[in-house]
C-alpha cells in the first residue's frame, strides 16, 4: 500500500476541462464539476489562513503562564478583553450584565 502512495505524483494532475466539455454528452455537467472544483480550491485557501490565525493563537496559549500561578495583571497581560472598566461601571460586576 506505501509503495501505491509513493508512486503518485506529490501535486494532482490538472484537470482539462475543455477535453471533458466535449467528451460528456450532458450540456452543464462540466460547468458545473468546474465552478464546484474552484469554490473547493478557493475554500482549501480560506481554510490554510485560518489555520496560520489559529496556530499564531495556540502558541499565545503555549507560551502564556499556567492559570494557577497567574496573577491578576498576568491575565490581563494575555487577555486584555478581561479588565474590568472600574470608572465607567464603578459597582460590582464592573461591566454590563449583556457582557458577561
Given at each position: 500500500m506505501a509503495v501505491l502512495l509513493t508512486s503518485l505524483p506529490g501535486k494532482p494532475l490538472a484537470i482539462d476541462w475543455v477535453y471533458y466539455?466535449?467528451?460528456v454528452a450532458k450540456a452543464g455537467m462540466v460547468?458545473?464539476?468546474?465552478?464546484k472544483a474552484k469554490s473547493a480550491a478557493e475554500y482549501v485557501q480560506a481554510s490554510k489562513s485560518h489555520i496560520v490565525q489559529y496556530e499564531k493563537q495556540l502558541e499565545k496559549f503555549r507560551a502564556m503562564i499556567p492559570f494557577d500561578q497567574m496573577t491578576f495583571e498576568d491575565l490581563i497581560k494575555v487577555f486584555p478583553e478581561m479588565k474590568l472598566d472600574k470608572e465607567k461601571y464603578p459597582y460590582w460586576?464592573?461591566?454590563?450584565i449583556e457582557d458577561l
Open positions: 466539455k466535449t467528451a460547468d458545473e464539476f468546474e465552478k460586576p464592573h461591566k454590563p
